[in-house]
């Protein structure tokens, strides 16, 4: 495929130099941004918050809430008060301690933050939940991280298998009209006072217990610590390129990593308005979000870009976007197709953004002062090594395809994997090497290049194929919404590649489009990535995230297990 280059727009970024930034860059120095490095002092929440306050900023926005029903605005001088109200709340009603495993599982809503900072000044390790869980992935979670309280709402508690959760000691409902055996958050909050002695940690305790899905066995507690908050910042000052007078929208849910790294952490610890809206996704909903806030920079998905796409673009006329003036994505590869789209519709490249749950921040993407290879996921923050290796840890010369390694030592790592320390020793290799499980090669200019996940790549008829590049060409046809790859066990070949497809509105699954489609990969892509089987589906099974689930496809086609489906969307 041939790459698009894209130039650097011109712009004052925070990050002018990235070669050199990167040669000369040390963590201990970030670390004095922060009032800990003079105090021995941390916590999460008293630096994203409390900390503006005290340096003047109180009377800043810091939070912009929408949804269906609610809009409302609070400085930081209120969300430092509203969470210690939602502090007190939480250690009078159930005697919650540093340590202690929190849930959050409830929709979005300025109470939700209100709980999370305030279980943060606790010094709780926050579980966050996706609100669509039901019993089996709320049970499981609840039960391995042993949490001893939850806060939800009505229509959720039912979903908490209260009697098989013998560590579960309280449940506190944010809703009216609360049972009498649960804790009335609401009537609490009311009369509970507005200052708080926040518990002073480690840099080492905990702040954040995010679930994730492997391919197989139960879903994984990715333990975090206050200290990845180094890392946060830095990264919201670089890529997102957050400054001062900016109002920043992160699209995700604070059930995925994303919601929290981004969505919390790094817009308050630089001091920006965070927008939040709640409430399920609408194309026109999107547009006037950022219309109606003036949204400066924008966080969201290649799913979601592709469903704005799909929307079509006689839409974006109703709305004055002319307000971004950066727009990132992470969760899965972005399609060249679609920053080609960005920029003809927001006038922006969309940047790509690369990490996981384990890496808790940001570690290979594209700075908007660094210029654009579509189809690249881009290069390592400053302070974070990255590599290609081989299986025993040896790196690999530019343009090999290997593992996607990294190298430990980075702030926002993760520190255990709850309950289960032999499967966190397992991602590591020798050498101090981070085992992704992606597979990905880095160019001769140091750009990396995401094929897949290691159990995704295709090998057919000898030649390994990334399912990301077909699923990019196949969304380039116009007939297709969605595609989802996978290698097919073949007597012949190895593997043949095989494609589900969603397609677009106003067309239909017939032989001939499929041979149309097969024809197009074949003619732009190259003749062995072309899918020698195609199935049209109404969806492909996703997570919440956005993820094509390609083993949940590859199982289906096999007859297989699914293995855990906890974080597929419904
Ligand atoms: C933050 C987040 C991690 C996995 C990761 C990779 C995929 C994320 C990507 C990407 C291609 C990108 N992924 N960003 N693939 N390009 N820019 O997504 O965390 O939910 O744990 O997923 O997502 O496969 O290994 P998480």
Known sequence: MKTEIYEVEPGEYNLQNYDERYSNFDWKEVEQAFSWHDTGQVNMAYECIDRHVENGRGDKVALYYKDASRNESYTFEEMMKKSNKAANVLKQTTNVAKGDRLFIFMPRSPELYFVLLGA?????????????????????????????????????????????????????????????????????????????????????????????????????????VQYAMV????????????????????????????????????????????????????????????????????????TAFRMLMGAGDELIKNYNLSSLRHVLSVGEPLNPEVI??????????????????????????????????????????????????????????????????????????MRDIWNNHPKYESYFLPGGWYISGDSAYMD????????????????????????????SKLVEHPAVAEAGVIGKPDPIRGEIIKAFIALREGYEPTDELKEEIRVFVKNGLAAHAAPREIEFKDKLPKTRSGKIMRRVLKAWELDLPTGDLSSMED
């Open 340 to 413: 080609k789209w960005g920029y003809k519709v927001f006038g922006k490249r969309i940047h790509d953004t690369w990490w996981m749950t384990e890496t808790g921040a940001h570690m290979i993407v594209n700075y908007p002062s660094m210029m654009i290879k579509s189809g690249s996921m881009g290069k390592p923050l400053p302070g974070v090594v990255a590599a290609i290796v081989d299986n025993e840890g040896n790196e690999l010369p530019p343009n090999r395809m290997g593992n996607l390694a990294l190298k430990e030592g980075w702030p926002s790592m």
């Open 231 to 302: 890392q946060h910042y830095i990264s919201g000052h670089y890529v997102l390129d957050l400054k001062e007078d900016d109002i920043y929208w992160c699209t995700a849910d604070p059930g995925w990593v994303t919601g929290t790294s981004y969505g919390v952490f790094a817009p308050w610890l630089n001091g920006a308005t965070n927008v939040i809206a709640g409430g399920r996704f609408s194309p026109e909903g999107w547009y006037s979000t950022i219309e109606e806030f003036k949204v400066t920079v924008w966080y969201s998905a290649p």
């Open 120 to 224: 943060l000044k606790i010094g709780a390790i926050v579980g966050p939940l996706f609100e669509a869980f039901m019993e089996k992935a709320v049970k499981d979670r609840l039960e391995n991280s042993e949490a001893s309280i939850i806060v939800t709402t009505n229509s959720l508690v039912g979903r908490i298998p209260v009697d098989e959760l013998p560590n579960l000691k309280h449940i506190v409902i944010v809703d009216d009209h609360v049972a009498e055996n649960h804790i009335d958050f609401n009537k609490a909050f009311e009369g509970a006072s507005d200052e708080f002695d926040i518990e002073w940690l480690d840099k080492e305790d905990g702040l954040i217990l995010h679930y994730t899905s492997g391919s197989t066995g139960q879903p994984k507690g990715v333990l975090h």
């Open 444 to 471: 001769e200019d140091g750009y990396f290049w995401f094929q897949g996940r290691v159990d995704d790549v295709i090998m057919t008829a000898g030649e390994r194929v990334g399912p990301f590049e077909v699923e």
